[in-house]
């Protein structure tokens, strides 16, 4: 019995082992996928843009499987940590799965720039889009080494992509009031840093699971967050 019962406890450390896999390789192809596309976006390249929108398909592969082991392990009936385990990993894999669809939709509307004369703004574009990038890997090592202070910074800095999202988006704001045949680009441009800043809120939501992982239900620290666009705008 004694016997039987280790080999079930270490095919389950084995499943979870493979799970906790599946999503780093999830979260280093999106993290290549936005710094591939943000790449699309500086040298205006149509064929790169379109590999990246073909990536995708391995991303969204990536959650399917992650679901159905999921799926097993939840009717093994596993013990409360381990079910922790497994709901993180449910969680961190969608919200992977949108960042990889984000990378993909700036991939897709760099196509459409492309057809316009360059812009100049496309450089804070990719300065937002390289802080974001740079909180996925961030909360992907936090994951993987299961450190809240590493996961609770990248939340933390979720303010200052905030910031760095609000002030482009003012600056496009008043390059479309001086130059009103720049609308269309700058719209394009408006959404694709949209898709950035959701990149980070998405990264939050992974440092927030880290957190769940090492303390279960307790209560997270306030998280301050400064996207003024909405003021911008009006």
Request: aromatic letters at 4%; a negative charge; proline letters at 3%.
């Amino acid at each position: 019995m004694n016997e039987q019962h280790h080999h079930i406890v270490k095919s389950l450390d084995e499943e979870q082992n493979a799970l906790r896999d599946n999503l780093l390789r999830m979260g280093q192809l999106a993290a290549t996928q936005l710094d591939a596309a943000l790449d699309a976006v500086t040298r205006r390249d149509d064929a790169a843009a379109r590999t990246i929108i073909t990536t995708d398909e391995t991303i969204d592969a990536l959650e399917q499987q992650i679901n159905h082991d999921v799926i097993r392990l939840i009717q093994r009936g596993p013990l409360a940590g381990d079910l922790r385990v497994i709901l993180a990993a449910l969680r961190v894999a969608s919200d992977i799965e949108r960042i990889g669809d984000y990378a993909a939709n700036i991939a897709k509307r760099s196509m459409v720039l492309n057809q316009a004369p360059p812009l100049p703004l496309t450089r804070g574009l990719d300065a937002l889009g390289r802080m974001a990038a740079r909180q996925l890997r961030d909360v992907m090592a936090a994951y993987q080494a299961r450190d809240g202070e590493t996961a609770q910074r990248v939340r933390a800095q979720d303010a200052e992509l905030d910031m760095l999202y609000t002030g482009l988006f003012r600056e496009l704001l008043t390059y479309m009031m001086e130059d009103p045949r720049a609308i269309t680009a700058c719209t394009h441009l408006l959404f694709m840093a949209k898709n950035l800043e959701r990149v980070g809120d998405h990264a939050t939501n992974i440092a927030e699971n880290v957190w769940f992982l090492l303390h279960g239900d307790a209560l997270l620290p306030p998280r301050e967050k400064r996207d003024d666009s909405h003021a911008a705008a009006s």
